[in-house]
């Protein structure tokens, strides 16, 4: 059980926009800012938003962010299907003194 | 440009150890913390341990605390995690991976590929 929850799964045709949610508590997402990653079997996880809505150089504007309270939203827009991945919430929870991730969403495109 | 390179994978009975090598690259390795996390499985990320940048600070998940150590050595620039009392369920690709921190921020930049560990008689 992952102390940040996100659907299992979400799907959406090429071209079309998709949303993922994470949702915590005041502990980790009330309070801290949250980072999105993006990861495909057998390579090395990639950061795709960090401080909840910002963009490392690189990764492309169809990716956004966003928090409210304590939940947290990843947005792609302009799917493509080089984007199906496993996406990744995660921040600090400042009650366990840990690093914490959300169960992961599986993302086709159908 | 940022490289994290991971070692010491392999396989090993149950209650064995083994000591993880993540050697970095490109960066000013004491200035930031790095963190293990890794994946079981057909499962997903989960954070294991954490280090700040001068090593006077560490963190463990409750799944692993008293059994693994995480350490540094600025002199060669690596990262290590040294994994003792080991169970099946430690079964895993570790990643290591860069961490940026601070003021409410806590995220993790540059990551390895990853080294398995298999626990396993």
């Known amino acids: 059980q992952s102390v940040l929850t996100q659907p299992p799964s979400v799907s959406a045709a090429p071209g079309q926009k998709v949303t993922i949610s994470c949702s915590g508590s005041?502990?980790?997402?009330?309070?801290?800012?949250v980072s999105w990653y993006q990861h495909l079997p057998g390579t090395a996880p990639k950061l795709l938003i960090y401080e909840n809505n910002k963009r490392p150089s690189g990764i492309p504007d169809r990716f956004s962010g966003s928090k409210s309270g304590t939940s947290a939203t990843l947005g792609i827009t302009g799917l493509q299907t080089g984007d199906e991945a496993d996406y990744y919430c995660?921040?600090?929870?400042?009650?366990?003194?840990?690093?914490?991730f959300g169960g992961g969403t599986k993302l086709t495109v159908l | 440009e940022v490289q994290l390179l991971e070692s010491g994978g392999g396989l090993v009975q149950p209650g064995g150890s083994l000591r993880l090598s993540c050697a970095a690259s490109?960066?000013?390795?004491?200035?930031?913390?790095m963190n293990w996390v890794r994946q079981a499985p057909g499962k997903g990320l989960e954070w294991v341990s954490s280090i700040s940048g001068s090593g006077g600070s560490t963190y463990y998940a409750a799944s692993v605390k008293g059994r693994f150590t995480i350490s540094r050595d600025k002199s060669k620039n690596k990262l290590y995690l040294q994994m003792n009392s080991l169970r099946a369920e430690d079964t895993a690709v570790y990643f290591c991976a860069k961490v940026v921190d601070g003021s409410g921020s806590y995220y993790m930049d540059y990551w390895g590929q990853g080294t398995l560990v298999t626990v396993s008689s």
């Open positions: 995660g921040t600090w929870d400042s009650s366990l003194s840990a690093g914490v």
């Open positions: 005041s502990s980790n997402i009330g309070n801290n800012y």
């Open positions: 490109a960066f000013t390795f004491s200035t930031y913390a």
